[in-house]
């Protein structure tokens, strides 16, 4: 079984900064693309960042030059470091990973609890 324990989330006033993170543990061979959604009241989820192993990276139209998605594959971690924050950010944020468990190394795709990130105007 993997697991993804998120954390970091909070109030901040607008034009703040916040800094996410999200480790997974359990049985992986490896933690393949991570990345962040969000999902605000009354709105559908949504894809924020993500990051692959290799490192590439894909984001959001609305906060690209604002958000940072980052990763230590030694730690199976990831993080979004999210700046110049915006009331319209306001959101329950979801850590995803696609993983390929040990034997017998089947892929999974795993969703965190969310974390609530709130930023008052």
């Known amino acids: 079984q993997v697991q993804l324990v998120e954390s970091g989330g909070g109030l901040v006033q607008a034009g703040g900064s916040l800094r996410l993170s999200c480790a997974a543990s359990g049985s992986i061979f490896r933690v393949n693309t991570m990345g962040w959604y969000r999902q605000a009241p009354g709105k559908q989820r949504e894809l924020v960042a993500s990051i692959t192993y290799g490192g590439s990276t894909n984001y959001a139209d609305s906060v690209k030059g604002r958000f940072t998605i980052s990763r230590v594959n030694a730690q199976n971690t990831v993080y979004l470091q999210m700046n110049s924050l915006k009331p319209e950010d306001t959101a329950v944020y979801y850590c995803?990973?696609?993983?390929?468990?040990?034997?017998?190394?089947?892929?999974?795709?795993?969703w965190g609890q969310g974390t609530l990130v709130t930023v008052s105007s």
């Open positions: 995803n990973a696609r993983v390929t468990r040990t034997i017998p190394y089947v892929d999974v795709e795993v």
